[in-house]
C-alpha cells in the first residue's frame, strides 16, 4: 500500500514557534505540541490528497501518527524551533522526513 507524503513543509507551517525541549529529540508538553500539529496537519494533507482516494481513513491516521511521533524523536529543539521560525525544512530535515515517511508508510 502506498501513501503519498504531502510536502513537509506544509505541515511544519502549523508548528508553533516555542516548541523547545530536551537537547536530542522533544518531549513533554512541547512535544505533544508538535505531534499533536503535526498530526493535524499531515492528516488534512492526506485525506485531501486523490492519490490516496483508495486508503481507508484508519490507515492514514496511523500513518500520520507514526510520522508525527517518529519525527517529535528525530528533530531537536533547535530544529524544531527553526522550522516554526522560518516556515522551511533544512535539507537534513527533509531527509528526515522522507525518512520517516518511508517507515511509516511500510508499516501500513
Not at 508538535?34 to 488534512?44: D, P
Amino acid at each position: 500500500m502506498k501513501i503519498f507524503i504531502g510536502a513537509f513543509l506544509a505541515i511544519a507551517t502549523i508548528i508553533t514557534p516555542s516548541i523547545i525541549a530536551a537537547q536530542t529529540g522533544l518531549s513533554g508538553a512541547n512535544r505533544n505540541d508538535f505531534v499533536e500539529s503535526t498530526f493535524k496537519g499531515c492528516f488534512q494533507s492526506q485525506t485531501s490528497d486523490p492519490r490516496n482516494r483508495e486508503v481507508k481513513t484508519a490507515t492514514l491516521a496511523q500513518y500520520c501518527l507514526c510520522f508525527s511521533n517518529e519525527m517529535a524523536d528525530g528533530l531537536s529543539p533547535e530544529e524544531a524551533q527553526l522550522i516554526a521560525k522560518m516556515q522551511s525544512a533544512t535539507p537534513s530535515i527533509q531527509l528526515l522526513a522522507r525518512e520517516v515517511s518511508k517507515r511509516c508508510a511500510s508499516k501500513n
